[in-house]
C-alpha cells in the first residue's frame, strides 16, 4: 500500500500534467513531473486521481483478502461523547503546535506557496488539500495499512492485551511511516506530524471508526488552510 501510494501519486501528477499543461504533447514524462509538480491546479486534480486509485486498490485487496470492505476500514458510526472528545485532544495539540511554530520561527506552510500562486481556483486547492487528501490518506493509513498491521501481531486467540498490543504497533508503524511520506517538510514539522498521526490512530482505537480520523484530519487541514490563506490574503 505504501508502493501503491507513491505510484498513484505519479500516476495523478503524470495523467492531470498530460491534460493541463499547455505544452504537453512535445513534452518528456520528466519535464511533466517537473512542471506539474509546482502547479496548483495539476497537483490538485492528481490528488482527486490519486483518491479515486486508492480507493479501488483498497477495494480489491480488502476483496482479495476475503474481507468485508466496511468492517475492516472501520467505516462505522462514533459517538458525539468520544467525538467531542478527541476533537479536544485535537485542539490541544494544534494550539501547542502553533506554538512552538512560533517560537521556532518555523514556515510549514511554505510548499504551498508556488500551488497557490499557480493554481486555477482556490476553491480547487482548498478542496484537494482539506477534504480529498485526508480521506485519503486516512483510508491507506489510518484504515488498511492500521488494520493489516494490527491483525498481524495480535494472537489468532484474540484477548485484550493482544488486541492492545496489535493496535499499539499499529499505530507507531503506520504514524512512523505517515510522517516519512511527507517529504516536503523538515525534521521539525515531522517530528510533529508523528504526534498527529498517533492522536488519529488513538482517534481510530477509541471510536472503533475510521470516520473520525477522517473528520478530524479534515479540521486540521482546514484550520491550517484558513491560517494560510489569512496571512497571504
Request: some cysteine; proline content about 3%.
Amino acid at each position: 500500500m505504501v508502493v501503491a501510494f507513491f505510484v498513484s501519486q505519479l500516476i495523478g501528477v503524470y495523467l492531470a500534467g498530460k491534460v493541463l499543461l499547455p505544452a504537453a504533447n512535445s513534452s518528456t514524462v520528466g519535464d511533466i513531473f517537473f512542471l506539474g509538480s509546482s502547479d496548483g491546479t495539476i497537483v490538485s486534480v492528481s490528488i482527486i486521481i490519486s483518491c479515486v486509485i486508492l480507493m479501488l486498490v483498497s477495494i480489491m485487496i480488502i476483496r482479495l483478502k476475503g474481507g468485508e470492505v466496511r468492517r475492516y476500514l472501520a467505516l462505522n458510526q462514533f459517538s458525539l461523547a468520544t467525538g467531542m472528545a478527541l476533537l479536544g485532544i485535537l485542539i490541544v495539540f494544534m494550539i501547542g503546535s502553533q506554538a512552538l511554530t512560533y517560537w521556532l520561527d518555523a514556515n510549514p506552510s511554505a510548499f504551498v506557496d508556488p500551488l497557490y500562486q499557480s493554481v486555477s481556483s482556490v476553491w480547487l486547492l482548498i478542496l484537494a488539500l482539506v477534504i480529498i487528501a485526508p480521506i485519503y490518506e486516512e483510508l491507506v493509513f489510518r484504515g488498511l495499512l492500521w488494520s493489516a498491521i494490527a491483525e498481524q501481531f495480535s494472537s489468532p486467540y484474540i484477548n485484550e492485551r493482544s488486541a492492545q498490543r496489535g493496535a499499539v504497533i499499529a499505530s507507531i508503524v503506520t504514524s512512523i511511516i505517515f510522517a516519512i511520506i511527507h517529504l516536503q517538510y523538515g525534521l521539525y514539522e515531522i517530528s510533529t506530524i508523528v504526534v498527529l498521526a498517533l492522536i488519529f490512530c488513538y482517534a481510530r482505537i477509541k471510536s472503533g471508526s475510521l470516520l473520525l480520523p477522517i473528520l478530524l484530519h479534515i479540521l486540521n487541514n482546514g484550520v491550517a488552510m484558513w491560517q494560510y490563506l489569512s496571512q497571504v490574503a
